[in-house]
């Protein structure tokens, strides 16, 4: 079946880095975009990033543009966004996504806290 698991959070000083893996079993990566969401304490999901399945267009909320970048190796069946200049509000728990044939899967999170 699809899986989506995430990993690589952590408690993280602001201003530090982090690289949050998601690594997709159950269907062809490589076919398919997929997407970086988070959901802070208290507040509704947001979409973060995504990235097309070739690897050759991305897309980041303004928040973090400049800060994150998504990636991905097919041949892991791995998506990773790498998180630089980390500050509090980065703090929440981080999934991934991918729609397959109009259902959207979702991976169970890794927590980020940022906090000195």
């Known amino acids: 079946q699809v899986q989506l698991v995430e990993s690589g959070g952590g408690l993280v000083q602001p201003g530090g880095s982090l690289t949050l893996s998601c690594v997709a079993s159950g269907f062809t990566l490589d076919y398919y975009a997929i997407g970086w969401f988070r959901r802070a304490p208290g507040k509704e999901r947001e979409a973060i990033s995504c990235i097309s399945s070739s690897g050759s267009s991305t897309n980041y909320r303004d928040s973090v543009k400049g800060r994150f970048t998504i990636r991905r190796d097919n041949a892991k069946n791995t998506v990773y966004l790498q998180m630089s200049d980390v500050k509090p509000e980065d703090t929440a728990v981080y999934y991934c996504?991918?729609?397959?044939?109009?259902?959207?899967?979702w991976g169970k999170g890794t927590l980020v806290t940022v906090s000195s």
């Open positions: 996504n991918v729609m397959l044939a109009g259902i959207n899967y």
